[in-house]
């Protein structure tokens, strides 16, 4: 299943809004070393939320988002 930029995006706009987000997000895909891109296999957005949850700077409801979007992704429910 892929999983859209935009899908990761929103799971973490409604958190910190959406320039925030983009930046989280593409901060997260950089340290993965994937680069910006349309969409992303579930192993990357696995990796990616993971990036997200273990960065300093990531609150209680920034960790819990990202632990929604990875059972999402798990369960095949990303979109």
Partial sequence: MAVEWDTLV????STVGKEKAESMVSDAVNDCGFGKKGSYSEDEALEIADAIHDSDDATTYIRIAANTLKTKVQTGNGD
């Fill in 10 to 13: 929103g799971q973490f706009a």
